[in-house]
């Protein structure tokens, strides 16, 4: 027997359409950690490719010593230049052989160079990185996106040689975020170091010491790359809004870090101070966690030093590069006549002559020819291979299937004849070209256009290569300011007429050629 009450601990029915996609706050949101764990890929598979190597690397912890090589290269990158090669494996080599302290030194190199190749990426094309991951688009279509990140680059250096830097990806790998507000997470890490120092735990605080000089370098490379691309070109770069904005907002970061550092500072030798009135290994302890943290935030204030000094000297550099880019002379191409400069000078000259000017035009005017890579077994085969015979003519030409091409030009040839004969204005003085329309109007509807289209071709006559082509005659097009008056064609009425070139300035260049 059923209970009347059973009827309301009926379960819920469940809508059976389809659930919607969440909003793009949201779906920002998990974009941020798909990219944020992408970024840590790289490292992963250190570890996952480390059988490949001939040898016994599983004693390796690759991922370790990535994240040792983008700490040492972030905390030794200058301002212009970044951290060298080699003294980033050498300070590589200790942690390596503490994993392993049986094994040979040169394996420890190896596997070393092997850790910050693979970190370079430099098997790839761009040297990069790419995860593909999907979003929600606006119309709630899911939208599969690549995501291209480097972790370390390879950066000429003003002195010359190339140098490593570690990028923003790298960076946030380190601190745990990805596409953090810079000003905002200093001041976070800084006011949570502050707090820890207060309560005694300087373990924790000399991590967050660590993150927070992290957003020191990576707030400082975002104002090294905005002056490279001023140097590049100074209209890539918003200096209108943007940087001055950045510019002062920097400014004000860096002084209130100082006062904040300072405080820090004096805390910290407080600290340190009264851990140095007791003596057991728990203050001691403190005592040296105290000295870490004064070194780390020592080196902070030397960055927002160093840090100012570039912001101040960011705004004479952009006046300096507006100028050098401004006012710099255009590169200048010399365009080359083939018919003017070569083939008419060369035609009348005898056959000798005129064999080494096209000898030597031909040797340097054809380019390089790449040779191709000889094997030793090509090379054998094609020498022991017999000759073929072959026929005196040559072998059979076939004949080639020609196709007429259709006429579809809009003007004929009589209208070109009509139209030259009306511009042929050798014996007459110039005319409008409200008149010489006129006039092509009477003889054909078609032949006003053709009539126009040749006389603003004339606007700008090519006088040197008809000179150097031999023309006795050159059409020429002028506009004094008149409007034209014409039922169809508007602009300029231009003064139309025929030049007379120097011929005997051109047998005399010619002859001097020759």
């Given at each position: 027997m059923?209970?009347?009450?059973?009827?309301?601990?009926?379960?819920?029915?469940?809508?059976?359409?389809?659930?919607?996609?969440?909003?793009?706050?949201?779906?920002?949101?998990?974009?941020?950690?798909?990219?944020?764990?992408?970024?840590?890929?790289?490292l992963h598979d250190l570890d996952a490719r480390k059988a490949n190597l001939a040898g016994e690397y599983t004693v390796y912890a690759m991922a370790e010593v990535a994240l040792a090589a983008i700490d040492l290269i972030t905390l030794n990158m200058d301002f212009d230049t970044g951290a060298d090669h080699e003294q980033i494996v050498a300070r590589l080599l200790p942690r390596v052989a503490?994993?392993?302290?049986?094994?040979?030194?040169?394996?420890?190199?190896?596997?070393?160079?092997?850790?910050?190749?693979?970190?370079?990426?430099?098997?790839?094309?761009?040297?990069?990185f790419r995860a593909v991951y999907g979003t929600f688009g606006p119309d709630g279509v899911y939208v599969r996106r690549d995501y291209d990140f480097k972790l370390i680059e390879e950066v000429p250096g003003y002195g010359g040689g190339?140098?490593?830097?570690?990028?923003?990806?790298?960076?946030?790998?380190?601190?745990?975020?990805?596409?953090?507000?810079?000003?905002?997470?200093q001041i976070a890490a800084e006011v949570k170091l502050e707090v820890l120092i207060n309560r005694g735990r300087l373990a924790d605080a000399q991590l967050a010491a660590e993150q927070a000089r992290y957003r020191t370098v990576q707030y400082a490379e975002s104002l090294r790359k905005t002056l490279e691309a001023t140097r590049r070109n100074v209209r890539a770069v918003d200096w209108l809004n943007a940087v001055p904005d950045m510019i002062a907002e920097?400014?004000?970061?860096?002084?209130?870090?100082?006062?904040?550092?300072?405080?820090?500072?004096?805390?910290?030798?407080k600290a340190r101070d009264e851990a140095e009135a007791a003596s057991d290994a728990k203050t001691a302890e403190h005592k040296r966690r105290a000295a870490e943290l004064v070194d780390i935030v020592k080196d902070c204030i030397r960055r927002h030093t160093q840090l100012q000094s570039r912001l101040l000297d960011a705004g004479p550099l952009f006046r300096a590069e507006q100028d050098r880019q401004a006012f710099a002379a255009p590169t200048a191409y010399t365009g080359l006549d083939l018919y003017g400069q070569l083939v008419a000078p060369t035609l009348p000259l005898p056959v000798e002559q005129a064999a080494r000017v096209t000898d030597a035009f031909f040797a340097r005017g054809t380019g390089l020819r790449t040779p191709a890579s000889v094997r030793l077994g090509d090379l054998v085969d094609l020498l022991l291979t017999p000759p073929v015979e072959r026929e005196h003519l040559g072998a059979e030409m076939p004949e080639p299937d020609l196709i007429a091409t259709p006429d579809d030009s809009r003007f004929s040839e009589e209208q070109l004849a009509s139209a030259l004969r009306l511009l042929d204005l050798e014996h007459d003085a110039p005319r409008r070209l409200s008149g010489l329309l006129a006039d092509a109007r009477r003889l054909d509807a078609d032949l006003p256009y053709l009539v126009a289209l040749l006389a603003v071709h004339a606007a700008s006559p090519p006088v040197g290569t008809a000179y150097r082509q031999g023309e006795e005659r050159l059409l020429f097009a002028v506009d004094d300011g008149t409007p034209l008056d014409d039922p169809e064609f508007g602009g300029a009425d231009l003064i139309v007429g025929t030049a007379l070139l120097d011929a005997a300035g051109m047998?005399?260049?010619?002859?001097?050629?020759s």
């Open positions: 059923t209970s009347p009450a059973s009827t309301d601990l009926a379960p819920p029915q469940l809508s059976a359409g389809p659930r919607p996609a969440q909003g793009p706050a949201a779906d920002e949101g998990l974009a941020r950690r798909l990219r944020a764990l992408a970024c840590t890929a790289p503490a994993q392993a302290p049986t094994r040979p030194a040169a394996e420890h190199e190896r596997v070393a160079r092997w850790v910050l190749e693979n970190l370079i990426n430099v098997g790839s094309v761009d040297r990069g190339v140098y490593l830097r570690t990028t923003d990806e790298a960076v946030n790998v380190l601190v745990g975020a990805l596409d953090t507000d810079v000003t905002s997470a920097a400014l004000d970061h860096v002084a209130d870090r100082y006062r904040h550092e300072n405080a820090i500072l004096t805390n910290i030798r047998a005399a260049d010619r002859s001097e050629a």
